[in-house]
């Protein structure tokens, strides 16, 4: 079974810091990709990023990067420049080659920052 | 661009009522499903298709059922509400083929058992 686990409830960040949101995860799947979303107080999901399980390097959105740790299976959302907008609650989530339509999610990280 | 629609956005039932959440997307997306969001919980697959007259079950499809009989739509049906059953719910789309591509989400509907 896959399992995302993300341990940071909640985040406290002053503008324009970078701030790093934790995700671990779980499966003896070899292939597979791991998605961060957002979601803003408006409730709505929003992609922000992929990495996928065999990609060389990390990947970069913008002002988000991926920190993929194969070996220790982390997958953290770097947010670089961070801003007053960035607040929201953050999923890391993955899904597994072979069930391709079943993405499972970790428990999110409530996300403040702070003029 | 409507994307993924979901109606209604909020919703009140009593117990023991039945009602059908619809779903429709516009982007000729092959794999549809349903999500539930519970507080602390994260986002938790219900049931989902791989295409018209294809379904299956995720992890929590106990008091739902689904039906796909064309593209566009994937209505989920809730037989006999339960308070359990209060949560926000969300569908998602996305196409068949690589397996970077993401999800697309509705806008979500809020439903509260009585």
């Known amino acids: 079974a896959q399992k995302i686990t993300q341990t940071q409830p909640g985040m406290f960040v002053q503008e324009k810091e970078a701030v790093t949101l934790d995700c671990t995860y779980d499966?003896?799947?070899?292939?597979?990709?791991l998605f961060w979303y957002k979601q803003p107080s408006s409730g709505e999901m929003i992609f922000l990023i992929y990495?996928?399980?065999?990609?060389?390097q990390n990947a970069t959105e913008g002002r988000y990067s991926l920190n993929f740790q194969k070996a220790r299976k982390s997958a953290n959302l770097v947010i670089s420049a961070s801003q007053l907008g960035d607040s929201a609650m953050y999923f890391c989530a993955m899904r597994v080659i072979q069930g391709a339509q079943k993405l499972v999610f970790g428990q999110g990280t409530r996300l403040t920052i702070n003029p | 661009n409507a994307g993924v629609t979901q109606t209604p956005k909020f919703q009140v039932l009593k117990t023991g009522q039945s009602m059908t959440l619809q779903c429709a997307q516009d982007?000729?997306?092959?794999?549809m499903s349903w999500y539930r969001q519970d507080p602390g919980m994260g986002l938790r697959l219900i049931h989902y298709s791989v295409g018209a007259g294809i379904t299956d079950q995720g992890e929590v499809p106990n008091g739902y059922n689904v039906s796909r009989s064309t593209t566009e739509d994937f209505p989920l049906r809730l037989l006999s509400a339960a308070p359990s059953q209060t949560s926000v719910y969300f569908c998602a789309s996305r196409p068949a083929g690589p397996s970077n591509q993401p999800q697309h989400f509705g806008d979500g509907t809020r439903l509260s058992i009585l």
């Open positions: 990495q996928g399980s065999y990609d060389q």
């Open positions: 982007m000729n997306h092959e794999y």
């Open positions: 499966t003896s799947d070899p292939s597979y990709g």
